[in-house]
C-alpha cells in the first residue's frame, strides 16, 4: 500500500475531503461581514425572520400632524370646508373722508380661499352682547355654530353709533344683515345668508366727523 501512496492520491483525499466538508464548514464559520445583499437570494429574508425592534426602526417615526379643524377634518384652501370645522379672522375697516358729513367703509373677507358647503346664514353680534346658540363667542375668542357667520363688533368710531353691515358681494340685490348701534335694532335681507367663500363688512354713520372706523372678529362654521 506504501508503494501505492504518492503525491497525486493525497492530493485526491485532500481535495474529496474540502468539497465533502467544506460547506459544512462555511456554514459555521463565516467571516463577520462576509453575506450581503448579493449572496441573499430574492425572497430569502422574510418578516418573520426580522427582530421587532428592527421593524419598529425600519418605519421609522410617524410625520406630523396637518392642522385640523373641530370635526378633525383640515380645511384646505381652495377647498370644501367640512361640517363642524370653524375658520375664524379679524374685521378692520377704516377711511377718513376729505368732508365733513356721512361716512362710511367696507371691506371683503374672504374664508381663507375656502368655501362652506352652503351659503352660510349672518349675524352680527354688538359690543358686549349675549351670547346666542348661533353665536356663542366673543369679539375676543369668536365662535359660530354650524352654517353661521358670526360679526363680532368690538370698536367703532363714533362710539356706539353708525350701522354695520353684513352681505353678499356678489349678488345685485341685497343679501344679509345690518345692525344700528345707536338703536340696537337689526335688519335681514333676503334670507340673511352671505356667499359661501366670503362676504363684504361695511360700517357707516350719519354723524358730523371725517373719519370711519370698524374693528372687531368674525367666525364661520361649515
Same mark, same amino acid.
Given at each position: 500500500m506504501r508503494r501505492h501512496l504518492t503525491f497525486a492520491n493525497v492530493m485526491v483525499v485532500i481535495l474529496t475531503f474540502i468539497v465533502l466538508g467544506g460547506g459544512a464548514y462555511a456554514a459555521t464559520k463565516l467571516p463577520k461581514n462576509s453575506v450581503g445583499t448579493k449572496q441573499l437570494k430574492k425572497g430569502a429574508v422574510t418578516k418573520a425572520k426580522i427582530k421587532k425592534s428592527t421593524l419598529r426602526e425600519l418605519k421609522g417615526a410617524p410625520g406630523p400632524i396637518g392642522p385640523q379643524g373641530a370635526a378633525g377634518a383640515a380645511a384646505s384652501p381652495g377647498g370644501t370646508i367640512p361640517a363642524g370645522? /370653524?375658520?375664524r379672522g379679524a374685521a378692520v375697516a377704516s377711511m377718513v373722508s376729505p368732508a365733513v358729513g356721512n361716512s362710511s367703509t367696507g371691506n371683503g373677507i374672504s374664508f381663507g380661499g375656502a368655501q362652506l358647503a352652503a351659503r352660510p346664514v349672518a349675524h352680527i353680534v354688538p359690543p358686549g352682547g349675549p351670547s346666542t346658540a348661533q353665536c356663542p363667542g366673543s369679539v375676543e375668542a369668536p365662535e359660530a355654530a354650524s352654517g353661521n357667520l358670526c360679526v363680532y363688533v368690538g370698536q367703532t368710531v363714533p362710539v356706539g353709533?353708525?350701522?354695520?353691515i353684513v352681505i353678499d358681494p356678489t349678488r345685485s340685490t341685497l343679501f344679509g344683515v345690518n345692525y344700528n348701534l345707536k338703536t340696537a335694532k337689526g335688519q335681514t335681507f333676503e334670507d340673511g345668508t352671505v356667499a359661501r367663500f366670503g362676504? +363684504? +363688512?361695511?360700517?357707516?354713520?350719519? /354723524? !358730523?366727523? /371725517?373719519? !370711519?372706523q370698524f374693528q372687531g372678529s368674525w367666525a364661520v362654521t361649515g
Open positions: 370645522v /370653524t375658520l353709533d353708525g350701522t354695520v362676504f +363684504l +363688512l361695511a360700517y357707516a354713520q350719519a /354723524t !358730523a366727523t /371725517t373719519s !370711519a
